[in-house]
């Protein structure tokens, strides 16, 4: 049955904003066209209803009009979800750009801003909980194959599933006497990584490497055998975890990736600095890492605890303290140095920022001071 076609919008502006989406919709699919003129559409029913002053492009304002539709997209019932309030400011963005330059009216392309865009809502971490985490990796050990021994290995190693699938037979690597590291191949982003791991992951390599020497497939220098394609064999260890979570009849579904967050946030609960467990997982930038962690009340208590008994925002003494100080030019030197000292200490307690990026010019400025000093000094 076809849908029946809405009458044409009676709005002095309809044909302008018509033209300008024929103008930029020639390449596009009829449903990205259909989008942008529902775009339009929704725009001039809220200035038909709500400023029906309006009747020519010189009379489009931020405020108002723009900022009155964008609060009547937030205000929908039901409400309109962050994605599609995002794609229909870009929409009218694009349009208003296009008469812009139709029209020769340069302010229409700065009325929608790129701050008004709201951000979609972030993904939570998904850490297994402690009784899952443990039910799985108890069913693994039992099971003791292939699928088993993969999942157990990227639990502890953090690793995705892709990069899991892709490690080479001899991943494995001495880095010293009795330490040894996995080395973990060019992954999602375009980096690799050497990932220092236990005695019993080794085991887990050794096991997969025994399952690798059985299977029929030949050897391609890959720890995993892929029976057609990379893609195939992600989509075997999928299923297997699936059959093995519905066997324990978990009633939510899991997926590989939550190994991984789960291993960061072990990793962190241990003791492992940020910066380490940023550089375990792979990540390029602080603010990827923290989506991975999971800080529940238990660690903020622990942190708590722990400030308080040795509290490391605290600067430690200077050496010289100011009641032994010397006279004369080195009593000059040694204030400069004790100064020099307690800056540096405040300044590497704080978060990066204008702040410290301005205690870091003083910090230089001393440095100066000191040198010339110590000249004065000189016989």
Request: hydrophobic share 40%.
């Amino acid at each position: 049955m076809n849908r029946a076609r809405r009458p044409p919008l009676q709005h002095p502006l309809a044909s302008l904003f018509d033209r300008a989406v024929d103008s930029f919709s020639v390449s596009l699919s009829p449903d990205t066209t259909r989008h942008y003129r529902g775009t339009a559409r929704n725009f001039l029913s809220y200035l038909d209803a709500d400023h029906p002053e309006v009747t020519c492009l010189d009379h489009l304002r931020r405020e108002p009009h723009i900022l009155g539709w964008m609060s009547r997209l937030r205000s929908q019932t039901p409400p309109l979800a962050t994605a599609s309030c995002i794609n229909r400011l870009i929409a009218l963005r694009c349009i208003l750009t296009e008469l812009a330059w139709m029209e020769q009216l340069p302010k229409l392309a700065h009325l929608i801003r790129r701050e008004d865009l709201p951000r979609l809502p972030q993904r939570l971490p998904r850490p297994l909980t402690a009784e899952q985490d443990e039910l799985l990796q108890q069913e693994f050990l039992r099971r003791n194959d292939l699928g088993g021994n993969a999942f157990l290995l990227i639990r502890h190693t953090g690793m995705r599933i892709g990069e899991c699938a892709d490690l080479p037979f001899d991943c494995l690597r001495s880095t010293s006497p009795n330490q040894w590291a996995i080395h973990v191949p060019l992954g999602k982003l375009k980096t690799e990584r050497m990932v220092p791991v236990d005695s019993f992951v080794c085991g887990l390599v050794q096991r997969l490497r025994f399952f690798r020497s059985l299977d029929l497939l030949p050897a391609d220098g890959r720890l995993l055998a892929r029976p057609r394609t990379k893609e195939a064999l992600v989509r075997q260890l999928r299923d297997y975890l699936h059959q093995v979570c519905h066997a324990l009849g978990l009633p939510i579904r899991i997926v590989p990736h939550q190994f991984r967050h789960s291993y960061a946030s072990e990793m962190l609960r241990a003791g492992v600095s940020f910066p380490a467990v940023m550089k375990l997982l792979g990540h390029t930038s602080p603010e990827m890492t923290m989506r991975y962690l999971d800080v529940v009340l238990t660690d903020l208590q622990r942190e708590f605890e722990l400030v308080r008994s040795k509290p490391r925002h605290l600067a430690p003494r200077p050496k010289a303290s100011f009641a032994s100080l010397r006279t004369g030019l080195d009593g000059v030197i040694d204030s400069l140095l004790a100064t020099q000292h307690v800056l540096e200490m405040f300044r590497r307690a704080l978060p990066d920022g204008a702040s410290r990026r301005r205690l870091d010019r003083l910090s230089n400025r001393l440095t100066k001071i000191l040198s010339e000093a110590r000249k004065l000094a000189t016989p």
